[in-house]
């Protein structure tokens, strides 16, 4: 028996959808993550934009036409928003789940998938739920410690879908990234900074707890609030940590803060970004800006271009706006037009790669050590500790490697091998 495991999003789904193909393997099935023809088709959805949902509802046609007679089971945020949506594609979907209790996936293809199908099974999570660890791949791991989300950002739809903030046990979350054989484990959740298990045991306990791990710890977004002396000690203890900290902004403007429900000033958020720079000289600070909001005026936009240099980001991920129906945004203000939006992207995007140009320029003459990926056109890629890009000429081992930077080249640097 073939199973495709298709998904659509964030880090998180990619994470989940890894445990439901294992507990398919351990069933028998042979799984790919691919579009192709196969006997069962789980489809993890993503309903963070307008636009994912709507990919997410075209993936079942997808899976149709790669085979007819398949059963089909959906879950994840689109389908939690709108099961209706899924199950008006008749008998084609055999089940539609949500974005919580994903492991009711596999309960579903242990019952043996009889009749017509189960209809919509949306259950509420109170408590963290475990599921299997995910295939380890050889370079890049991801594991998953925590879930649902408390903040009630105004443009956002999360909350709603995914619950409220729940942990994994210190002791599980920190069994799986022990155990990681691969070069580089990566801390995920859907807000991990919120991360505190039953006994209150927090992030900085958990890396604490893995600070003598063989696979280099990178962390996924932190908010503001999580940014502490004693979270930047606990990290110094990390023999292989990661000094990158993809530390959400979404506007410089204390304004759209403000009407954005986030709980911080600009101020604020660049002092923090000083204590990140004295605790690691040579940390790398991305971030994510959303541009158009609804409240944004060109002074309100003025700030979040100059905040691209006071903070020193090293990269940006600079989006618009996207209405999201449900949230507190959608219901109080109205979008601003899509030209202002793009013309806006552009400009944010341009001095965002300015800045990085320059953060990459310090590293000029200096090593690195990276985990390679792949070898493209005759060159190996691959990220050093502070997410620059570094591309090596001739094929390396995936092994952790140390480069001397010799200049800027493509997307990264070009090192040679020590």
Not at 217 to 224: A, K, W
Not at 331 to 358: D, M, P, T, W
Request: proline fraction near 3%; charged fraction near 30%; hydrophobic fraction near 35%.
């Amino acid at each position: 028996m073939k199973a495709v495991v298709y998904t659509l999003g964030c880090k998180v789904n990619d994470v989940e959808s890894g445990s439901i193909i294992r507990g398919l393997e351990k069933m028998g099935y042979f799984v790919s993550r691919e579009m192709e023809k196969a006997d069962l088709y789980v489809i993890n959805t993503c309903a963070v934009t307008a636009e994912a949902e709507r990919k997410s509802r075209q993936t079942i046609g997808k899976a149709i036409k790669c085979n007819s007679q398949a059963k089909i089971i959906v879950c994840g945020c689109a389908s939690e928003k709108n099961p209706v949506a899924f199950l008006e594609k008749g008998h084609t979907v055999y089940a539609v789940t949500g974005a919580q209790r994903k492991n009711k996936v596999l309960e579903i293809v242990a019952a043996g998938m009889g009749g017509n199908g189960f209809g919509a099974a949306l259950e509420e999570e109170k408590t963290y739920e475990e599921m299997l660890p995910p295939e380890c791949l050889k370079t890049r791991n991801f594991v998953k410690i925590q879930d649902g989300c408390n903040r009630f950002c105004s443009y956002c739809i999360i909350p709603y879908l995914r619950g409220r903030s729940r942990s994994r046990a210190l002791e599980s979350a920190a069994a799986e990234i022990l155990a990681s054989t691969a070069q580089e484990t990566v801390v995920t959740g859907i807000d991990v900074s919120e991360y505190k298990d039953e006994n209150g045991r927090d992030l900085a306990d958990l890396m604490l707890a893995v600070k003598g791990a063989d696979t280099r710890i990178r962390l996924g977004s932190l908010e503001v609030s999580l940014i502490t002396p004693r979270f930047l000690n606990a990290l110094k203890e990390v023999r292989r940590f990661a000094p990158q900290f993809h530390l959400s902004l979404q506007s410089g403007s204390d304004a759209v803060l403000k009407s954005m429900n986030r709980h911080y000033t600009r101020a604020e958020y660049l002092e923090k970004c000083h204590m990140i720079y004295e605790a690691f000289s040579n940390a790398a600070i991305t971030t994510d800006i959303i541009v158009g909001f609804p409240t944004e005026t060109e002074a309100d936009f003025a700030d979040s271009l100059r905040i691209v240099e006071e903070a020193g980001f090293a990269q940006i991920h600079a989006f618009p706006y996207s209405p999201r129906e449900g949230t507190n945004a959608y219901k109080r203000f109205k979008e601003l037009s899509a030209a202002v939006k793009k013309e806006r992207v552009e400009r944010l995007l341009k001095k965002g790669a300015e800045e990085k140009e320059r953060y990459m320029r310090r590293f000029l003459g200096q090593t690195l050590e990276i985990v390679p990926e792949n070898c493209i056109d005759g060159y190996t890629e691959g990220y050093s500790e502070n997410y620059i890009r570094v591309y090596v000429q001739g094929e390396i081992g995936k092994e952790p490697t140390q480069v001397c930077v010799e200049r800027l080249f493509k997307d990264g640097v070009l090192g040679k091998r020590i």
